[in-house]
């Protein structure tokens, strides 16, 4: 399938999706905890959308007191953890940010004038520089898949990059403390 822009609210519906199946996670830590004798609350969380830009936010603190946070939308700030950065003349389309307990996971959608292998070569090198391990490495008609994870913790990272009109589009999931 080649690469479309998503935009508008399809955008942010891929975003909601993504994002709720990480609090829905969380939410079954959530559960857990309150099915123990010990744990007193009931989750409590909110959403919102910011009329003029689209921005979508949600919070959820569960029973034990962890809150977990998410925005989405094309005015997140696209900050990686680090080591990641995208390839030189990139344009992120859309950002979105968990956050959990000093964990975090962002997933970026990006177009870049360099060519698909160009964009994965990109990532393989920064991810052998940083000490990470490829844990998927698919290349395929449509586009390629990379997949990989830090020798020595918590930190992993997905890349999906495919052909577009001019050069090539994708989406970057880093994540990094969150087990």
Same mark, same amino acid.
């Given at each position: 399938m080649p690469f479309t822009r998503r935009t508008g609210m399809g955008q942010q519906s891929l975003s909601i999706i993504a994002a709720c199946l990480l609090l829905t996670a969380c939410g079954a830590a959530s559960e857990r905890a309150a099915s123990e004798p010990d744990a007193a609350a009931e989750p409590i969380g909110s959403y919102s959308v910011?009329? =003029?830009? @689209?921005? %979508?936010s949600a919070t959820l603190t569960d029973a034990a007191g962890a809150t977990t946070t998410m925005r989405a939308g094309s005015s997140v700030d696209p900050v990686l953890p680090p080591p990641f950065v995208l390839p030189p003349d990139s344009k992120v389309t859309s950002v979105t940010r968990v956050e959990r307990q000093g964990g975090q996971l962002v997933v970026l959608q990006f177009e870049c004038s360099l060519a698909p292998e160009a964009v994965a070569e990109f990532f393989r090198d920064l991810a052998s520089a940083q000490d990470f391990r490829l844990t998927a490495d698919i290349p @395929?008609?449509?586009g390629i898949v990379i997949a990989g994870e830090h020798t020595?913790?918590?930190n992993t990272f997905s890349l999906r990059v495919e052909p577009a =009109? %001019?050069?090539s589009g994708g989406e970057l999931t880093v994540t990094a403390g969150l087990g």
């Open positions: 910011d009329p =003029e830009t @689209g921005e %979508v @395929g008609k449509q020595g913790g918590e =009109e %001019v050069g």
